[in-house]
């Protein structure tokens, strides 16, 4: 990596770390740290390997439903756990909504132009247009402040036995949490582990692969044991797409190539791609 430091200082004077990283497309990122001590080798390494890991759950909550355990009993929380007050989240979401809306109508302000020889129709709805968009701006610029005002008076966490009772909520137990989620990261690594392979008969790779997986994964397939010849064959259906096919049929032999057991059994599973 390409690394920078220097000193920052900020609005309330402290003096902090900057650490910026330049990137191939001639992009800066910057990290900012009160670590005087590590090397700024090791700060850097440390953040973009948690990237990581955020795209990494990120795509376990899409793609395996983390967050949705087997066990579907609840407990009640803890009163003295601190939550984020709803009015608050409620009050940062119109702010926010508000900041977009105020986003888009300045951009139709500074789109604004007029010929080199306006008409006189054209001046008159130019003037027109440009005096709604200012009247438009002030009045959205009044309600943010109005809504940034009331949110400095809501407190932002407060204990959950202080919630109003419609917002109040319990959570699921945790007893089966670590067991399940061990399962769902086991069949990840297969997942990286194939789209690993399939990604090398793919045009685009890695990302493509993943998709081709999921869509192999809902696919229905048939399985033949045969207790004679102590195999499993799994038979897979025809995808939607020739190439597809093809990327697969290489990934079934990669597979094949392993002789891997079914669980329990002392059946080899073979995979075929295809009608009998």
């Known amino acids: 990596?390409?690394?920078?430091?220097?000193?920052?200082?900020?609005?309330?004077?402290?003096?902090?770390?900057?650490?910026?990283?330049?990137?191939?497309?001639?992009?800066?990122?910057?990290?900012?740290?009160?670590?005087?001590?590590?090397?700024?080798?090791?700060?850097?390494?440390?953040?973009?390997?948690?990237?990581?890991?955020?795209?990494?759950?990120?795509?376990?909550?899409?793609?395996y439903s983390l967050d949705r355990l087997i066990e579907y009993g609840t407990e009640p929380i803890p009163d003295a756990i601190s939550v984020v007050n709803p009015a608050w989240?409620?009050?940062?979401?119109?702010?926010?909504?508000?900041?977009?809306?105020?986003?888009?109508?300045?951009?139709?302000?500074?789109?604004?132009?007029?010929?080199?020889?306006?008409?006189?129709?054209?001046?008159?709805?130019?003037?027109?247009?440009?005096?709604?968009?200012r009247e438009d701006l002030h009045a959205v610029d009044q309600e943010i402040d109005n809504l940034k005002q009331r949110r400095k008076n809501t407190e932002h966490h407060i204990p959950v036995k202080s919630l109003p009772e419609q917002d109040r909520f319990t959570r699921l137990r945790t007893e089966r949490k670590h067991f399940i989620d061990t399962l769902r990261m086991i069949a990840y690594r297969a997942e990286s582990s194939m789209a690993s392979l399939l990604g090398e008969h793919m045009a685009r790779g890695?990302?493509?692969?993943?998709?081709?997986?999921?869509?192999v994964f809902q696919t229905e397939a048939d399985l033949t044991p045969d207790l004679v010849a102590n195999t499993l064959t799994v038979r897979?259906?025809?995808?939607?797409?020739?190439?597809?096919?093809?990327?697969?049929?290489?990934?079934?032999?990669?597979?094949?190539?392993?002789?891997?057991?079914?669980?329990?059994t002392n059946l080899t599973l073979i995979f075929k791609l295809g009608s009998f």
């Open 236 to 264: 897979l259906h025809h995808l939607t797409h020739a190439a597809h096919d093809r990327a697969i049929e290489q990934l079934l032999t990669c597979l094949n190539d392993t002789k891997t057991l079914f669980p329990g």
């Open 89 to 133: 989240r409620r009050l940062d979401s119109q702010i926010r909504s508000q900041a977009g809306r105020r986003h888009r109508l300045a951009a139709q302000f500074g789109a604004l132009a007029l010929s080199a020889d306006p008409t006189e129709s054209e001046l008159q709805r130019f003037q027109q247009r440009n005096g709604q968009l």
């Open 1 to 63: 990596m390409q690394l920078a430091e220097r000193g920052s200082q900020l609005s309330n004077r402290l003096w902090l770390r900057e650490i910026r990283k330049l990137t191939d497309s001639g992009h800066q990122t910057s990290i900012l740290t009160t670590n005087f001590q590590a090397p700024m080798t090791t700060l850097a390494v440390s953040l973009f390997a948690r990237w990581s890991q955020e795209n990494f759950f990120r795509y376990m909550r899409e793609h």
């Open 206 to 215: 890695g990302g493509d692969a993943c998709s081709l997986l999921r869509q």
